[in-house]
């Protein structure tokens, strides 16, 4: 498909389980970026790639969390631990090349529904 | 401290009227907004921004308006369709980091038929 692919689309898992999230950006987008929203909040800034490289990583909750990005592409986000407050939807975005105004036009995926139990 | 504020978490308008979202922002760095519109179970889509640098914007049904002094903005939609039925989403950025999006919490519009 020509978008921003996210799996699993749903995931529930026990409390104290790690959890890996995998995005697959739009070909060609050379940003990244995870975002989550917690249920009644607005989309709150995880992560940042360009390329392969973070830059950004200020809004990662805890050390917990972590992200990689590998051959430019396919990203992961991984939050071991899990807490109950970790639910939340987490979403992907990708964007062609920052530093343009297209860069804000984020395209994002359809998100990963996460509930710890 | 939340820089990006939408006080209205609903909104319900009927069909052909005009809708009126608004967004309020506390942040006087922000020189960039954008509006998102989502459909549940999908993810956000882009649908109408606006630089400092301008007053309004706009794109077919849809217009932005930007008042920098009262750091607010709005989304009009006019005239309102059943389609439009969504949570909006107002979220800005500066210069210095456009690449990081603030987002409000959202607004959820339903246009009644």
């Known amino acids: 498909g020509a978008g921003v692919s996210q799996s699993p689309s749903n995931k529930v898992t026990e409390k104290g389980k790690d959890v890996e999230l995998r995005c697959d950006p739009i070909?060609?987008?050379?940003?990244l970026y995870w975002y989550r929203q917690s249920l009644g909040q607005g989309l709150e800034f995880l992560i940042y790639?360009?390329?392969?490289?973070?830059?950004?990583k200020s809004g990662l909750p805890s050390d917990r969390f972590s992200a990689e990005r590998t051959g430019g592409s396919v990203s992961t986000l991984t939050i071991q631990r899990t807490q109950q407050e970790d639910s939340a939807v987490y979403l992907c975005?990708?964007?062609?090349?920052?530093?343009?105004?297209?860069?804000?036009?984020?395209?994002f995926g359809s998100g990963t529904q996460l509930s710890v139990l | 401290d939340q820089q990006v504020k939408q006080n209205s978490p609903s909104l319900s308008v009927q069909e052909g009227r005009i809708s009126i979202l608004n967004c309020d922002y506390t942040?006087?760095?922000?020189?960039?907004f954008l509006w998102y519109k989502k459909y549940p179970a999908e993810g956000p889509t882009f649908l109408i921004s606006?630089?400092?640098?301008?007053d309004k914007n706009e794109d077919g049904r849809f217009t932005v308006f930007l008042n920098k002094s009262a750091k607010h903005l709005s989304l009009h939609i006019v005239p309102s369709q059943p389609g439009d039925s969504a949570v909006y989403f107002c979220?800005?950025?500066?210069?210095?980091?456009?690449?990081?999006?603030?987002f409000g919490k959202g607004t959820l519009l339903t246009v009644n038929p």
């Open positions: 975005a990708s964007s062609p090349m920052p530093g343009t105004t297209t860069n804000e036009k984020l395209f």
């Open positions: 070909s060609g987008h050379t940003a």
């Open positions: 790639f360009q390329g392969n490289s973070a830059p950004d």
């Open positions: 942040n006087s760095m922000f020189d960039y």
């Open positions: 606006i630089s400092s640098i301008k």
């Open positions: 979220a800005a950025t500066s210069g210095g980091s456009n690449y990081k999006l603030t």
